[in-house]
């Protein structure tokens, strides 16, 4: 006799709890849902239905994979952020509610939504910024760069699937090096995390997400001591910059903008009370004609 939807919930919500999974049901009934394929919402109107036995093994399978701790982002291939729905894959990080902080400073450093043009995604991964700050921005077009081709070609299949392939682009490239012109609004969130710490974050993040996009050097700042430098000429006269950092991180990342020109101009807490992003402008002396910088 074939198991119900219940009784599979059941057993899948003990097993990740025994893995030391903390919401343990809801990430069953996603597995379940993802193997039947359903919605987890039909699960719990259902939960009498019998499974069939191919998806019954499916979700055994999947229930396997996440008790070893395998991110179920990466298990399902899909994971939410802002308003858009993403493909991710082990090439990118998956993104985080933390860093919709960095939307919402955009939105509050710059309210006229039709006056941003041009949007500049630094280390763009699934393109989880630039596509939430292009859906908030109409009149906008913007260029999301990563060094891994893996990254942009993933970014860029995020676009069409949202919408919003025709307003992106996408490049392979070494943070601002390559690029030129000036934008209206220039996010990152570049590794950040000292790389003697990553061994001993969650399963999840250190043995599956890429070490490249977590480690941010000695210090966990590596990689603003490359993108702050840029950031005067990237930047138009009215512009903004909206970095990520690490919790602690705030100070020095502004000191580092100082030291490269730049104007902080505020910081914007997460859900949890980090300050998580920090805001620059351009200074008021830089040139405003001439090209931007090339590294």
């Known amino acids: 006799m074939s198991p119900t939807v219940g009784a599979l919930l059941c057993q899948g919500g003990a097993a990740l709890r025994a893995a030391g999974i ?94 941003v043009r041009r949007i500049l995604d630094l280390g763009t991964g699934t393109g989880a910024l630039l596509l939430a700050a292009l859906a908030e921005y109409p009149a906008a077009f913007g260029v999301g760069v990563d060094r891994s081709a893996a990254a942009a070609a993933l970014a860029a299949r995020n676009a069409a699937r949202n919408g919003l392939a025709g307003r992106a682009a996408f490049l392979v490239g070494d943070w601002a090096g390559a690029l030129s012109g000036r934008f209206d609004l220039v996010l990152a969130n570049p590794p950040y995390i000292p790389a003697g710490e990553i061994p001993g974050l969650m399963p999840e993040v250190a043995r599956h997400e890429p070490a490249s996009a977590l480690s941010g050097g000695p210090d966990g700042l590596a990689a603003y001591r490359a993108i702050l430098p840029a950031l005067p000429a990237l930047l138009e006269e009215a512009g903004f910059a909206v970095l990520e950092v690490g919790i602690g991180q705030a100070e020095a990342v502004e000191s580092l903008g100082r030291g490269a020109g730049l104007a902080p101009a505020g910081r914007r807490n997460d859900l949890g009370g980090v300050a998580r992003a920090v805001m620059f402008r351009r200074p008021r002396n830089f040139p405003v004609g001439g090209p931007a910088h090339r590294g």
Request: glycine letters at 4%; charged letters at 30%.
């Open 22 to 115: 903390e919401d343990a049901r809801a990430e069953a009934r996603r597995l379940l849902a993802h193997a039947l394929p359903a919605t987890p919402e039909a699960l719990l109107r259902d939960r009498h239905a019998p499974v069939a036995p191919e998806a019954e093994a499916r979700f055994r399978a999947l229930l396997s994979r996440r008790a070893a701790r395998e991110p179920l982002a990466f298990i399902t291939g899909r994971a939410g952020f802002w308003t858009l729905d993403l493909e991710v894959s082990p090439d990118t990080l998956i993104p985080r509610a933390d860093s919709e902080t960095l939307i919402e400073a955009a939105l509050a450093a710059r309210p006229d939504r039709g006056a």
